[in-house]
């Protein structure tokens, strides 16, 4: 069987970020799915998906990660097309990726104890965005 | 149900890419799947898929991230056991991965206006690349 | 139909691997499933699931490459509120990932001749570490 979720939620500029995983854990025990995927994907190209400890410190250092791989204040091809500054966001959201998927047992998301769902909104300004579940699997 | 197919195409040598998105979108037509999952690999490990905005911004700004992620002219201990000139393709390939998954909602891959599914060879050499995608989920 | 099962083994410190591909093949074959999908994840926020060419030279280069990432000798917020040391390790696995999708197609997983799935204990000690694959697709 298959149920899918759409859910929107507002994030800040410039990482942004909201820990997904316990409206992806609720879906997943709505849709009374055993054994099977969670799909779960962040509509557009300037933000990202991953999972992480979901607490401060590692979300400071994750985003330092990403400002180095692709800094705010670099020069970019995309911006000096488009004009809207957001080149970093773009590249950041490539590298990263836009979703994941993660295995269901016996109803259960397969994620550690310090191991959440993130959703991160990478582009420059504040943007509503749309996360999209999708779970695929036996009952 | 389940439709796979396989799409094959010559990609240039170093970041040749392809706008995939118009291939996956008619097989996820093709297959009459209304929620579901379209799953996509690029077969080998000196490619990548990831989504982007397909312009030629964006794709230049990608593609300077990526060499500064693994240089085309730095030492690699691949390079020395094997001789291919091909270590940067490897490390990029592995770091970016070769394959994504999109939700499938209502009959329509979920990927924002401005962002495109797409193969990079991250070969040294021009390669025929193939693209293979399977559909999952409920008609 | 979906098969899943639960893999469980030792890696060292920092960057300790396993070629995992023959594992989660078996399990292929045991499903029997012909079409669908195979979602590996190694549970937890310090390792991490890609595909590569596992071969001793390309290895070292992805470790290098990661160690330039987030070298694991710089100063890190989350070592800062947790003093584990481990601050490297989670940016490590939030941008490599700790999952792949694959698919499945006439009942082989789409890899090519070169390219092995691997699982990476990212953590700064040796951990039993926990893969988990789900296969899902039609008979």
Redesign the interface.
């Known amino acids: 069987?298959?149920?899918?979720k759409?859910f929107s939620f507002d994030l800040d500029a410039e990482f942004g970020h909201k820990d997904v995983t316990p409206a992806v854990g609720t879906l997943v025990q709505e849709s009374g799915v055993r054994?099977?995927?969670a799909?779960?994907?962040l509509?557009?190209?300037t933000g990202a998906v991953?999972?992480?400890?979901y607490?401060?410190?590692?979300l400071?250092?994750?985003h330092s990660?990403v400002e180095?791989?692709?800094p705010a204040g670099a020069r970019?091809?995309?911006?000096?097309?488009?004009h809207d500054g957001n080149?970093f966001s773009?590249?950041r959201?490539?590298?990263?990726?836009?979703?994941?998927?993660?295995?269901?047992?016996d109803g259960e998301l397969?994620?550690?104890t310090?191991?959440?769902l993130?959703a991160i909104n990478m582009d420059n300004r504040d943007r509503t965005r749309e996360l999209?579940?999708?779970i695929?699997?036996?009952r």
């Open positions: 069987m298959t149920l899918t759409r054994n099977g995927i799909c779960i994907q509509v557009g190209s991953t999972t992480i400890e607490e401060p410190g590692a400071a250092d994750l990660a180095q791989l692709a970019y091809a995309h911006n000096e097309r488009w080149g773009h590249v959201s490539a590298l990263l990726k836009t979703g994941v998927s993660v295995p269901i047992v397969q994620l550690g310090w191991q959440q993130i999209v579940v999708v695929v699997g036996d």
